[in-house]
């Protein structure tokens, strides 16, 4: 098997794997990990969406990890696009060694491209390995977010 690590664009046929990435999860806030018909249609959208890369992480032909790349056109900060991150996963084996940076630098690199002047994500405040993650790669926790959730 190659030990290629490669990251590109999701395709349908990733959405299940996409979905078993982020159940794997800690604190527990995702109740499903089968195939929706909502999922497909929410994949759809993404797909369509030239502001949105959804991408996913392979090693040895294998998707390991996934992440999701929100651009957002603003008129602040002098017409400047920013970048949003969600999503990010790696294999839960596989922690640790180094994909995760891998996948992040790809996707700073890629805002960067784009022509984006910040790059931000969101994450619970009870991750701190991922706190001390993130700032190992420069991000800085110098805001504070709110939440508003219209469904559950």
Same mark, same amino acid.
């Given at each position: 098997m190659s030990t290629e690590f490669l990251i590109r664009r999701a395709a349908r046929e990733h959405v299940g794997t996409i979905l078993a990435l982020l159940a794997d999860d800690d604190l527990r806030k995702l109740k499903e990990a089968s195939v929706t018909s909502r999922h497909l249609t929410a994949f759809d959208g993404i797909s369509r969406d030239s502001n949105q890369y959804l991408a996913v992480a392979? *090693? =040895? =032909? %294998?998707? %390991? =990890?996934? /992440?999701?790349?929100?651009?957002?056109?603003? /008129?602040? +900060?002098? =017409?400047?696009e920013r970048c949003q991150i969600e999503g990010v996963r790696i294999a839960r084996? *596989? +922690?640790g060694k180094g994909l995760g940076k891998q996948m992040l630098q790809w996707a700073i690199v890629t805002c960067r491209d784009r022509g984006c002047g910040l790059v931000q994500l969101f994450m619970d405040k009870k991750r701190l390995d991922a706190h001390r993650f993130y700032e190992s790669l420069g991000f800085k926790a110098n805001h504070q977010g709110f939440r508003l959730y219209l469904q559950e």
């Open positions: 392979q *090693l =040895g =032909g %294998v998707t %390991v =990890g996934c /992440l999701q790349l929100t651009f957002i056109p603003g /008129l602040s +900060r002098n =017409g400047m084996h *596989l +922690r």
